[in-house]
């Protein structure tokens, strides 16, 4: 296949230029010259975008169905580092190819391949803003802010200007929120554990164990977990190229492991306070001033802080994925503009829907979107990973990625393949309201189509690349890629 230095436009995009406007590079290598950022920012990015609002709601399941808190607890901790581990592995990416985290699964998909894989993930970043947007107008009426359409009108337009200025702002926001976060949940949580305001019987092991409804949290907090994974190399990407994969793998674990079970885990604490109330904004901040007075708004603003910032990620990761897909079927230029467009038109949008939908729509759909969601991205991830960590082992050519006749191909049937035999694979394991599989009907309900996706996917794929000449595309990668750093010249475009 052809190979060229110049065959998008999307490799010879202008830089970033740190701490000054708007940010220049969307899906365009990050040059060495432009890498900066710590370990600690990846932790703290993560530990705040987890431990927002909208994780009240997984951590709140497993009362609802009847689960007391230790057995929710134990649940919420299985699946969170069930989800973790792939989510802190994807992290890794980002330094050692310089791009966002969806325009690196054309080598596993092709160029029109990943076309339905983008999809996919444009439509978990837009659906967690139309989420976020809702959640933050239930936290300015339980605030008694009043006029809630309008706070999320504002508060939509202040994640579009994140998303905009991009993404060191949104490392510099979710730090300063993590601070505020962690001294706010400990107190929460001492509070909770010495002041004596857990009903009885609720960390009881013995013949407390509900094997459906556990597994069901398990499965839903690996899930919510997992859904960070399209756009964890997004802000990694910027990291210097000799970051210890291990470090960042690290960091990432603890900040996004840690972030999202403590949030998860006061909304179970909550509930299981008040175990009648289901609204869990009210909840939360009933639980809170019964363990301080005054802590609730604390703790609710905080979190609102770290969903208000985790929709300005989602819609920065969004605009990546479109361009990403713009430009697989036109080569694009990925300057300032199409980043200003793309950005507006996710969060115009989903801030609209956000607003239109029922204030209690989340409550009632949450688990439903968790499960659709799993079974979509299991596939993906695997794949993914497997490729990056045993098939080509992290070389991959950033021209030919972006190459329309380059040596990754317009559509790469190993990759399609792995995806549709693991989605077909869960499919009996399936259980939704709408659809119920026959083998998660003989497991008494209990759904794990999403731990059978993973590893048939990864296996699939790995056996279908053995037969990959991946010795072949090292030896094209070696000059493909000689210079690139010269070539990704650091300008600003107005």
Same mark, same amino acid.
């Given at each position: 296949?052809?190979?060229?230095?110049?065959?998008?436009?999307?490799?010879?995009?202008?830089?970033?230029?740190?701490?000054?406007?708007?940010?220049?590079?969307?899906?365009?290598?990050?040059?060495?010259?432009?890498?900066?950022?710590?370990?600690?920012?990846?932790?703290?990015?993560?530990?705040?975008?987890?431990?927002?609002?909208?994780?009240?709601?997984?951590?709140?399941?497993?009362?609802?169905?009847?689960?007391?808190?230790?057995?929710?607890?134990?649940?919420?901790?299985?699946?969170?580092?069930?989800?973790?581990?792939?989510?802190?592995?994807?992290?890794?990416?980002?330094?050692?190819?310089?791009?966002?985290?969806?325009?690196?699964?054309?080598?596993?998909?092709?160029?029109?391949?990943?076309?339905?894989?983008?999809?996919?993930?444009?439509?978990?970043?837009?659906?967690?803003?139309?989420?976020?947007?809702?959640?933050?107008?239930?936290?300015?009426?339980?605030?008694?802010?009043?006029?809630?359409?309008?706070?999320?009108?504002?508060?939509?337009?202040?994640?579009?200007?994140?998303?905009?200025?991009?993404?060191?702002?949104?490392?510099?926001?979710?730090?300063?929120?993590?601070?505020?976060?962690?001294?706010?949940?400990?107190?929460?949580?001492?509070?909770?554990?010495?002041?004596?305001?857990?009903?009885?019987?609720?960390?009881?092991?013995?013949?407390?164990?509900?094997?459906?409804?556990?597994?069901?949290?398990?499965?839903?907090?690996?899930?919510?977990?997992?859904?960070?994974?399209?756009?964890?190399?997004?802000?990694?990407?910027?990291?210097?190229?000799?970051?210890?994969?291990?470090?960042? /793998?690290?960091?990432?674990?603890?900040?996004?492991?840690?972030?999202?079970?403590?949030?998860?885990?006061?909304?179970?604490?909550?509930?299981?306070?008040?175990?009648?109330?289901?609204?869990? *904004?009210?909840?939360?901040?009933?639980?809170?001033?019964?363990?301080?007075? !005054?802590?609730?708004?604390?703790?609710?603003?905080?979190?609102?802080?770290?969903?208000?910032?985790?929709?300005?990620?989602?819609?920065?990761?969004?605009?990546?994925?479109?361009?990403?897909?713009?430009?697989? /079927?036109?080569?694009?230029?990925?300057?300032?503009?199409?980043?200003?467009?793309?950005?507006?038109?996710?969060?115009?949008?989903?801030?609209?829907?956000?607003?239109?939908?029922?204030?209690?729509?989340?409550?009632?759909?949450?688990?439903?979107?968790?499960?659709?969601?799993?079974?979509?991205?299991?596939?993906?991830?695997?794949?993914?990973?497997?490729?990056?960590?045993?098939?080509?082992?992290?070389?991959?050519?950033?021209?030919? *990625?972006?190459?329309?006749?380059? /040596?990754?191909?317009?559509?790469?049937?190993?990759?399609?393949?792995?995806?549709?035999?693991?989605?077909?694979?869960?499919?009996?394991?399936?259980?939704?309201?709408?659809?119920?599989?026959?083998?998660?009907?003989?497991?008494? !309900?209990?759904?794990?189509?999403?731990?059978?996706?993973?590893?048939?996917?990864?296996?699939?794929?790995?056996?279908?690349?053995?037969?990959?000449?991946?010795?072949?595309?090292?030896?094209?990668?070696?000059?493909?890629?000689?210079?690139?750093?010269?070539?990704?010249?650091?300008?600003?475009?107005?």
């Amino acid at each position: 296949m052809a190979t060229t230095r110049d065959a998008s436009a999307a490799q010879a995009a202008p830089g970033a230029v740190r701490g000054h406007g708007i940010e220049t590079r969307s899906i365009d290598y990050v040059p060495a010259a432009e890498r900066h950022g710590r370990l600690t920012d990846q932790a703290t990015i993560w530990f705040a975008g987890s431990a927002q609002l909208l994780s009240l709601s997984t951590g709140a399941i497993g009362v609802w169905l009847g689960l007391n808190l230790f057995w929710t607890l134990a649940a919420l901790a299985a699946g969170t580092i069930l989800g973790t581990i792939p989510v802190a592995a994807h992290a890794s990416q980002g330094p050692h190819l310089g791009l966002p985290q969806m325009v690196q699964s054309r080598p596993q998909f092709g160029r029109y391949g990943t076309l339905f894989i983008w999809l996919v993930a444009i439509a978990v970043y837009w659906g967690y803003v139309v989420f976020g947007v809702n959640t933050l107008g239930a936290v300015t009426a339980d605030l008694g802010a009043g006029h809630g359409r309008v706070w999320m009108v504002v508060l939509g337009a202040v994640g579009a200007l994140f998303a905009l200025y991009g993404y060191d702002l949104l490392h510099i926001g979710q730090r300063v929120v993590s601070i505020g976060l962690i001294a706010a949940l400990a107190v929460f949580t001492v509070g909770s554990v010495v002041g004596g305001h857990i009903p009885a019987g609720q960390f009881a092991a013995q013949g407390t164990f509900r094997p459906t409804e556990f597994f069901v949290v398990v499965s839903a907090s690996a899930v919510y977990q997992l859904s960070w994974a399209f756009f964890v190399s997004d802000y990694s990407r910027y990291m210097p190229a000799a970051t210890s994969h291990r470090s960042i /793998i690290a960091y990432t674990a603890l900040g996004a492991g840690v972030g999202v079970y403590w949030m998860e885990s006061l909304g179970a604490i909550a509930v299981a306070i008040f175990p009648h109330s289901t609204d869990l *904004i009210a909840t939360l901040h009933r639980a809170s001033d019964q363990i301080l007075p !005054g802590l609730g708004v604390v703790v609710v603003v905080l979190g609102a802080a770290g969903l208000l910032l985790l929709n300005a990620m989602c819609i920065y990761g969004g605009s990546l994925t479109l361009i990403s897909a713009a430009d697989s /079927i036109r080569p694009t230029r990925p300057d300032r503009r199409i980043r200003v467009v793309t950005i507006l038109l996710i969060a115009v949008s989903a801030t609209a829907v956000g607003i239109l939908i029922p204030a209690d729509f989340l409550a009632g759909t949450f688990t439903t979107v968790l499960a659709v969601l799993g079974y979509l991205m299991a596939p993906w991830t695997a794949i993914n990973l497997v490729d990056y960590f045993l098939v080509r082992r992290g070389k991959y050519s950033v021209r030919e *990625i972006f190459n329309p006749a380059g /040596i990754y191909g317009r559509w790469n049937w190993r990759g399609l393949t792995a995806y549709w035999v693991s989605f077909a694979a869960m499919v009996p394991f399936m259980y939704l309201s709408f659809f119920h599989g026959f083998a998660a009907g003989r497991l008494g !309900g209990v759904d794990i189509a999403f731990f059978v996706g993973i590893p048939v996917g990864a296996l699939v794929y790995w056996v279908l690349c053995r037969s990959l000449d991946v010795r072949r595309e090292w030896d094209i990668i070696a000059a493909a890629d000689s210079d690139l750093d010269l070539d990704a010249r650091a300008e600003v475009v107005a």
